[in-house]
């Protein structure tokens, strides 16, 4: 187990630990509490790696809690701050980058349990597919492991990639990508270096915004919400916020959506820029209002992995039934484990967490988990499930929106309470203005 919550770090350790240990499995926390829980509910670890820089919570709490429960897992401690010895039986390694962190590797590898790690001698190093998301080139070849010792390069070095390219491998189940062991070192190093997300500045805005979104689901789905994802996350949504301003926006991002294929990074880019310009339609612009919006469209779904479920909505909802019972069960359960999930972030943006409960709520009464109806369901969340609405109606016609007004009709008579009301209205205003200035 490692315990950090510094993003680039943590993936410079993964690195290292696989190109060093082979088939090792690595369980990544970002916070004592969640150490501690997973711990509780597998206790069958050989190692624990901590950083004793976390920012949630303490090492010592998890420490303590190791000690009175009597468990005898080894560990190693690290920090970018010189130490005093903890506790003798505490190892503890400096995080010198002006070492580069050579020395890191050297000094781990020589302290058990990862001492027993043979040093390999090979031609090919193997690195998680999911950590070439964060950049858009490499220095060095990538190349992909067809059999036993067969490798085939994919891609030179330099050479510019998207999503597309790392969707084709990761959806032939392809978890790994390889580059020549001499160059290990150096890519191990620039997981560190580089920011969390290099993206190409080069590519037009929606198109950033969309491979933004992408991967700030990917990092959250993967080890949750950390400093350096509500970091990404904020730059991003404030981004769009900007961008909703101007109403050209909409068209070009319908179009990019109309070429593209996965749900839950369109529907969720798509949700940001449209609940934003519904917050300035409204004037509901105090108290961060569409920062909260965007966050919670960032989330919602995030842990919805599988894609039948995700395009799933209070229209289609039937089609669950042919989902066995545990399926049906965590979709049902989806909107409070996103909201668990935003739980470390409500005190800078309060009701996150409660829109992404209540997203699944009708104005009658008739959603869940909890089916409240439009009188006990927030503002912020029925502006939520009407853009929600308008964008799966959108998606079920591929964003292809030459008559919107027939999407706006069908809605109209779901949404005539309360603030369910007025968000129906400002929808309507918003695509109208989207729809005259297609026109024009
Ligand atoms: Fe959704
Ligand atoms: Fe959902």
Redesign the pocket.
């Known amino acids: 187990m490692i315990l950090d919550d510094n993003d680039r770090f943590r993936q410079f350790l993964i690195a290292i630990l696989e190109e060093r240990m082979g088939e090792i499995d690595i369980i990544e926390v970002t916070s004592a509490r969640v150490a501690i829980m997973l711990f509780e509910s597998d206790p069958y670890f050989e190692g624990f790696l901590a950083s004793l820089d976390v920012k949630n919570g303490t090492f010592m709490e998890v420490f303590q809690h190791f000690r009175e429960k009597g468990y005898t897992v080894p560990f190693i401690t690290y920090s970018g701050e010189k130490q005093d010895t903890l506790h003798e039986s505490l190892p503890f390694i400096h995080q010198d980058e002006e070492n580069n962190f050579k020395q890191f590797s050297h000094q781990l590898f020589k302290t058990p349990p990862f001492a027993k790690a043979p040093l390999t001698d090979k031609d090919f190093s193997r690195i998680r597919m999911f950590f070439f998301w964060r950049f858009h080139k490499v220095d060095f070849s990538l190349y992909l492991k067809l059999g036993d010792g067969k490798f085939v390069k994919v891609l030179h070095p330099d050479e510019e990639y998207g999503p597309d390219f790392l969707e084709k491998y990761q959806d032939k189940g392809q978890d790994y990508l390889y580059i020549e062991s001499k160059d290990f070192d150096k890519f191990a190093l620039s997981l560190y270096k580089k920011p969390l997300h290099d993206i190409d500045e080069n590519l037009a805005p929606e198109e950033k915004s969309r491979r933004k979104t992408q991967f700030i689901q990917q990092m959250a789905a993967s080890v949750g919400i950390t400093p350096d994802i509500v970091k990404t996350a904020d730059e991003s949504v404030k981004e769009v916020i900007q961008e909703a301003k101007d109403k050209k926006t909409l068209s070009k991002l319908l179009e990019l959506l109309e070429k593209s294929s996965s749900y839950n990074s369109d529907h969720s880019t798509l949700l940001c820029y449209l609940t934003s310009a519904m917050c300035d339609e409204l004037g509901w612009t105090t108290r961060r209002s569409k920062e909260k919006l965007g966050f919670a469209s960032l989330f919602?779904?995030v842990s919805?992995t599988d894609p039948r479920l995700?395009v799933l909505n209070y229209r289609s909802l039937k089609a669950l039934d042919k989902f066995p019972h545990d399926v049906k069960k965590k979709y049902k359960n989806?909107?409070l484990k996103?909201s668990e999930l935003v739980g470390e972030i409500t005190n800078e943006y309060p009701q996150v967490d409660t829109i992404i409960a209540q997203?699944?709520e009708r104005p009658d009464g008739s959603g869940f988990p909890y089916g409240r109806d439009f009188n006990q369901i927030i503002p912020l969340s029925c502006l939520f499930i009407v853009a929600h609405d308008f964008v799966s109606r959108a998606y079920e016609k591929n964003f292809d929106l030459k008559s919107p007004q027939e999407i706006l009709d069908d809605m109209l008579s779901e949404y005539t309470q309360g603030n369910f009301m007025k968000c129906m209205i400002a929808l309507q205003t918003v695509v109208t203005k989207y729809q005259l200035q297609k026109e024009s």
């Open positions: 919602h779904d919805l995700a989806h909107p996103g997203h699944h």
